[in-house]
Structures are given as C-alpha cells and as structure tokens.
C-alpha cells in the first residue's frame, strides 16, 4: 500500500519543469517553514475553482495513503475538509467501516475571490504537532488564471525543518504543476531562430 508522504517528491518533478511553474521554501525558522509556488493556466477562474475542489481529477496518487487518488475529495465550504476515503480491503472482516484520513480543514472557501484556506499537517507532518496553513489564491491573468499557494507551517517537529521544507516543496510543487497541467498552460513562447550572421560562412572551395 502507497503512503501519503515526501519521500518520493522527486517523482514526475522532470516532467513540470517545462510549465510556468515556481516553487520555492520562502522563509525557515526555528519550528517551521514558509514555501510559495505559483502556476499559470489558460482556464478561467471559475473552472479554475471547480478543478481545484475536484483533486481526484489531477493530484497525484503517489501522495495519498490509499495509493488512489479517486479517493480524494475536498467539500469546499468552512467546516468541510480535504478528504480522503480508506476503502475496505478485501479480506476486511464483515461489518468493518470504510476508513478516513482528513488532509486539511476547511476555514475559508470563497468561490467568486477565488480564495480557499486550510488547515492541516500535510503527509507525515500530520503526526508531529505542528500548524499547517494553506492558501489558496486564483487570480485573473492574461489569458487565464494564476494559480497562488502559499504553505506556512510552525511548530515542533522531529525532523528539521530545514530538512523538511526542501521536501514539501517539492511535493507541492508537483501537485500546483498537475493542476495547472489539467487546467490547459500556457504554450511555451516559440525559440528565437538563429540569426544568418551568427553562423560562420561557408569555407570558399579552393579552385
């Protein structure tokens, strides 16, 4: 079974690095961690909003604990929560419930500023006693939506934070990635073709 977790943030990170796309741990102290990454896409807001409540549709199943990310869901209203389903396992004994994990809890969700905030130690900070703020801003851009998170975590934790920090970010560098991937990005501006003065002329042939 695949855990939720940070050990295999390399993964499908080659494959982001051709989107416009920017992650980076933006501040570290002593208990904790700030990390900011952005992404553009061509999808309006309001479809911004719809995929970003629906993470079944685009994160990755790498980091989630049931090892299916159709197991995800996020109820986008105060009180409701990032959640992922545990189903039964095959051998489970007879009347035993499907299990649950909540990845955040939901403070804010405003669909028309395109603001969602949450709550919650992600992956295996879930077991340190540690405070996780996400947020999570969609911002008109030209020709379609920036995508803004930002990921502030504070409090103590066994591993350090300096080492920590550098491993989230790349985990969610690559789910801000695969969303704005399923979102459509932007192309790539064209390479500017090498000038005709910049190539050495031809050699004269010798009579």
């Not at 090892?67 to 009180?79: C, E, F, P, R």
């Not at 959640?83 to 007879?94: F, G, I, T, Y």
């Not at 009347?95 to 500023?113: K, L």
């Not at 006693?129 to 801003?137: E, F, S, Y």
Request: charged content about 25%.
């Amino acid at each position: 079974m695949r855990r939720f977790g940070f050990q295999a943030a390399a993964i499908g990170l080659a494959g982001l690095l051709a989107q416009p796309l920017h992650a980076e741990v933006t501040d570290q102290f002593d208990n904790g961690f700030a990390i900011a990454l952005s992404a553009e896409t061509t999808a309006g807001k309001s479809d911004a909003w719809k995929m970003l409540t629906a993470p079944a549709q685009w994160w990755s199943s790498e980091h989630t604990w049931s090892g299916d990310a159709a197991n995800l869901y996020i109820d986008s209203q105060a009180t409701g929560c990032f959640c992922e389903k545990l189903p039964r396992p095959a051998d489970a004994p007879e009347g035993q419930r499907m299990g649950s994990v909540e990845h955040g809890h939901i403070v804010y969700a405003d669909p028309q500023r395109g603001v969602l905030r949450l709550i919650g130690g992600l992956g295996p900070l879930q077991s340190e006693p540690v405070t996780g703020v996400l947020t999570v801003v969609l911002k008109p851009h030209e020709g379609g939506t920036r995508i803004e998170w930002t990921y502030v975590v504070d409090g103590h934790m066994r591993m350090k934070a300096e080492d920590m920090a550098p491993l989230v970010d790349k985990v969610l560098g690559e789910q801000i990635g695969r969303l704005a991937d399923k979102l459509g990005k932007p192309e790539e501006p064209a390479g500017e073709p090498a000038e005709a003065a910049d190539k050495e002329p031809p050699e004269k042939p010798t009579e």
